[in-house]
């Protein structure tokens, strides 16, 4: 019979639902919650949960994920006792370690949809689970690169509007969505050069990968699924 540990790494691989969530959570605590130093350290907390959770689900070599918790929780610890201590030197830091777990889960999830994909030969709910991580990740990572980009600039990045992490962030989908409701408009050209990019990009996604997916869902993919291995005979 199974292990316990084996059932839960077999239930949890490639299950992307969690991840999701833990995103989504993400997004609606940094527009609703204040932009202080305990809010953002929640911030770290669930973006690395959100690492974690994307490894598990990748199915990652169990080494690195350990090693990712460490981390995880050292970046945490730090983000912490700097912004009680120096609240100047722990915002910057913050947004910095925002910005670098954000950009790392992506990557591993692509790793994770491939392998997937390769395993099952199918396109599942899953996979457009993962795929849709990835495109709310998108957004927070422009929302992290514009908090960065604004942290370094001596002149505000709005015309109109205050460098918050919720304004970012509602900024980044805003663009990513091409919504364009008008009232937060990067002053500078980095600011301009970064939205640009962002709204390609999405639309790019959306028309292309999100819906290649959902309109593939349950069809079988060209890629061979790889056979499964059997465990070997006892003599």
Excluded: W
């Amino acid at each position: 019979m199974k292990s316990v540990a084996a059932r839960y790494q077999h239930y949890i691989v490639h299950r992307y639902g969690v991840c999701l969530m833990l995103i989504l959570t993400s997004i609606v605590v940094q527009i609703a919650a204040p932009d202080t130093e305990g809010g953002r350290v929640l911030v770290v907390v669930l973006y690395g949960l959100t690492l974690i959770s994307a490894m598990r689900a990748a199915d990652s070599p169990r080494v690195l994920v350990r090693i990712a918790r460490v981390v995880v929780v050292v970046l945490i610890l730090a983000s912490a006792g700097l912004s009680l201590g120096t609240p100047d030197v722990g915002e910057h830091a913050t947004r910095i370690t925002t910005l670098i777990l954000v950009v790392i889960a992506p990557v591993v999830i692509v790793r994770g949809l491939i392998r997937h994909g390769l395993e099952e030969g199918v396109v599942t709910v899953q996979t457009m689970f993962g795929v849709l991580c990835l495109y709310l990740l998108l957004g927070l990572a422009f929302a992290s690169t514009y908090n960065v980009v604004g942290a370094l600039e001596a002149a505000p990045f709005f015309v109109e509007g205050k460098n918050t992490t919720s304004n970012f962030l509602f900024f980044s989908f805003s663009t990513m969505t091409t919504t364009g409701y008008g009232n937060l408009i990067p002053a500078e050209g980095p600011g301009k050069a970064l939205a640009t990019l962002e709204s390609l990009l999405g639309q790019v996604y959306l028309v292309t990968v999100v819906a290649t997916i959902v309109g593939n869902l349950g069809r079988k993919t060209k890629i061979k699924a790889r056979p499964k291995k059997r465990p070997a005979k006892s003599r």
